[in-house]
Structure formats: C-alpha cells, structure tokens
C-alpha cells in the first residue's frame, strides 16, 4: 500500500500490534501517545504516535475497558470491568499507581476539563462513580438507568451525559450537585456519547436502530430526526474542530463520518472487523 507521511518516517503499513480484544482508546493530550484497552488479556498498550509502533505493555489488569486522560496528561484512567475498579496509570513511567473501587462492570470513564473529577458508567450497578483525581478516591455514588455506558462531558464542565443501553436514555449530571437534573429519551441501546467542542450537541449512537441521536444541550431535548449510520454502532467522537462526528458501526465493519452542519452522513470508511469503538479525543489533538 503506499506510504503515509505522519510526525515519524514513512512507514508502509500503519497497523499496529496490540493485546487481545482491544476495546478503548485515548489520546494524550499532545497526540505523541495513544493508550488502548486489551480486554482480552487485561493490559494496556501505549501507542508512540509518530512512529506506529507499541512502546510499552502495562499489565495486571482485570478487563479494561475505558481509557480517558486527565488534560495535564500526566495519567491514564482505564476501567476495570472484571473487578469493578479504575486503575490510574502514569504515563511518565507506565505503571499503575492506585486502583480505585468503583461499582460493579464500569465501561466507560470521562475526565472533567480541569482535570478534578473522574465520572465513571457503571453498567452492572446502574450508578455513576464519581472520582476525585487528586486523591483517587470515590467521593459520590450517582444512581442512573438501567446499564449505563458511554460518558461525555462538556467542555465548561458543568454536565456530564451519561448514556443509559438497557433504558434507552441520556442522563444529564449537574457537576455542581452531582444529581442528574434531567433524563432524555433517545434511541434503543444507546452507547457512545459525543459531546461537539463548544458544548451545543451531544451525538448518541443507538446500537440497536443503527441510528444517532443528536441532544441540543440548551433545551435537553433531542432534535430533528434520528441520523441513520451502520449496523450496531457503537463509539462516537467528535473531530476537534467539532464539523465532524465520528461514528463506529460494529456489525457494518465501518466508520461513519456526520458533518455536524447538516447532520448527514457524507462517508463510510471501511475498517477491520467488528469495531467495538469508545475512541476518546481530546480537543486540539492532531489528525494523522
């Protein structure tokens, strides 16, 4: 295939090696490492950006799911559905520095812009766990609907969109008070969530209707018609100038990419097999 130029040298094949069943991804904040989750053998793989290639295996995990990083990118946070716990991870030396219990099978985790809190989708407990980073400790239990999932937070910080599969719901966390202020009604299975960078929409990928539903955040309310992607998808981003939404179909083996202006789908981009999604980006990080 032909070269592709990134930060590093050119390289023929971009495909980097991972742990089994890999599942979610983040990217510090700089773009130079991307942290994934091998659910399938319970380790961490740190990704060197410019050149492709894994530069370090963490281990000693118990099913990891989520990955999110803090804005200073000083740590990795990476759910541990098997154990109920979030393993906190240093991305200066790549080991794990504290374990945190959370409640029971946590998907996915989500930072707040200063980096104080740590909100955590606990799919088996119905809850939110709620983190205090600088102590690494649970400070709330927030009760939610039936198996929470996908978590994004706004860019003021001041709600969190929690993702309810098995209610069909978005629950909206007030961070202030850390009680859900509202729930909204979206499509069957919601999983990914995907907040725009200014914090106007949320894109929720309904796993089960093979649709999107977009949330306009000043209202609460769910706008225009669900957007039709792929089979099952399931992870949802935003592009960091927030034109794009970038959706995972599992069963479709694909990408679909919304322009945000029209809420339309404008390409399909095929990838490997059975994409389970849950990429985290955070604004400003460069697209190679």
């Not at 098997?82 to 959370?102: E, K, L, R």
């Not at 850390?178 to 009604?185: D, E, F, G, R, S």
Request: with cysteine; hydrophobic share 35%.
């Amino acid at each position: 295939m032909p070269a592709i130029l990134s930060r590093g040298p050119l390289v023929e094949d971009p495909t980097v090696r991972v742990g089994a069943g890999p599942i979610g991804i983040a990217v510090t904040p700089n773009g130079r490492h991307a942290y994934v989750a091998n659910n399938g053998d319970s380790t961490v793989s740190v990704i060197d950006t410019a050149f492709f290639t894994t530069v370090a295996t963490i281990p000693g995990l118990a099913g990891p799911v989520g990955v999110a990083i803090g804005p200073s990118g000083t740590n990795a946070y990476v759910t541990n559905a098997g154990s109920g716990t979030v393993s906190v991870i240093s991305t200066g030396t790549n080991t794990v520095t504290a374990t945190v219990t959370v409640g029971s099978s946590p998907f996915e985790v989500a930072i707040t812009p200063d980096g104080t809190l740590g909100y955590v989708a606990n799919h088996g407990s119905g809850t939110a766990s709620v983190i205090n980073t600088a102590t690494n400790t649970v400070t709330t239990t927030i009760g939610l609907g039936n198996s929470p999932n996908g978590v994004g937070v706004a860019p003021d910080g001041r709600r969190v969109y929690i993702s309810n599969q098995g209610s069909g719901t978005v629950s909206v966390i007030d961070t202030a008070t850390n009680t859900v202020t509202t729930t909204i009604t979206v499509g069957t299975n919601p999983i990914g969530v995907a907040v725009t960078p200014d914090g106007s929409r949320v894109y929720v990928a309904n796993n089960a209707d093979g649709t999107v539903s977009v949330i306009d955040t000043a209202t609460d309310t769910v706008v225009g018609s669900p957007i039709p992607v792929g089979t099952n998808p399931a992870g949802a981003a935003s592009s960091p100038d927030g034109s794009q939404i970038w959706v995972v179909n599992f069963a479709s083996n694909s990408v679909s990419v919304i322009d945000t202006a029209t809420n339309t789908v404008t390409a399909t981009i095929p990838v490997g097999a059975s994409p389970p999604g849950w990429p985290s980006l955070p604004t400003g990080c460069p697209v190679m």
